[in-house]
């Protein structure tokens, strides 16, 4: 017969607890960083103003989102699809990637 003893596992709960939460923030900081190299990457490029002006911030606390974001005024129809170099949805697939296990 094979008995494992995990009654020391509550003592340690405090322990795991933050070593999730610290993976948590790993993972999220990491999703995070390779949408903003995806956008960053697929972005239409005239002058390259628009491919510049991404900003990234990720996240410190579990659970918290990480941001990524152009503050262009034109952005959102680049988004939108108006540029030949990026089609409509680019941004979507762009996220996917990241997100693909």
Known sequence: MLKIDLSDLLNKTPAMKQ???QKVV???AKVTLDV???VVAGSPVDTGAFRGAWTVETPTQPFENGKVENTTT???QLVDGHSGQAPKGWIDNAVLAATRL
């Open 74 to 76: 034109y952005g959102p």
């Open 36 to 38: 903003h190299a995806n």
């Open 26 to 28: 790993e993972v999220a």
């Open 19 to 21: 070593m999730v939460e």
